[in-house]
């Protein structure tokens, strides 16, 4: 399917028309989760080690994947698109997520600050409750299953493990956000098939790939 098709038109607008309006209610989202009561789930990981800051650490593994894997997409326009209907998936289904599963911060969480998250943050404030499910953790797994096959797709599994194992260390995570990150990461590089479907614009994976 060429880029200049009708369906891929569609598709890159409907990924916009979606994803703007989501980032944008950030902000208001964040003041509501801030303001619900949460959930203390059992954790005995965290209770066993000791919160250490490594967010140096974290962000340097996390942006070079995600500086490495949109390096290979934009090479790949069709496999760009479908990443980025997944990502928008992926947004949503986290606030869905953090709204019927809104947990507490977990016991001596050390702040992860991240340099392009932390301007949705209501106040400029750290926010603790953006737990359920770990978007640091999601997103390189989203990405790669988006590049397909290959190195670049083991390292960027490796490069979810470590950062995964990296927020627990941190105590910015509960377990279960860390644990539960792949599967919803896989469920929005599924929809995204059916809403590229929606526009006329079908991806395949292997097109993907």
């Known amino acids: 399917m060429a880029l200049g098709d009708r369906g891929v038109r569609t598709a890159f607008l409907a990924g916009l028309a979606a994803g703007i309006p989501a980032v944008a209610l950030l902000p208001w989202f964040f003041r509501v989760i801030e303001a619900r009561p949460g959930m203390v789930p059992p954790d005995p990981l965290l209770a066993a080690i000791p919160a250490v800051e490594v967010a140096v650490t974290t962000f340097l593994v996390l942006y070079l994947g995600i500086a ?46 991240d340099p392009v998250t932390a301007v949705f943050y209501p106040g400029g404030e750290p926010f603790l409750k953006d737990l359920f499910f770990s978007g640091h953790t999601a997103t390189p797994v989203l990405l790669a299953l988006a590049v397909g096959g290959g190195a670049l797709r083991r390292a960027l599994f490796v490069c979810a493990a470590v950062v995964g194992a990296l927020v627990l260390v941190q105590h910015v995570h509960w377990t279960v956000d860390v644990l539960a990150a792949p599967l919803f990461a896989w469920l929005a590089w599924r929809a995204s098939a059916v809403t590229l479907r929606w526009c006329g614009a079908a991806v395949s994976d292997a097109a993907a790939a």
């Open 68 to 113: 490495a894997a949109l390096w290979a997409l934009f090479r790949a326009p069709l496999a760009l698109l479908r990443a980025l209907h997944a990502y928008v998936l992926l947004l949503l289904l986290r606030m869905v997520t953090m709204f019927v599963f809104t947990l507490e911060p977990p016991h001596g969480i050390i702040p992860l600050v």
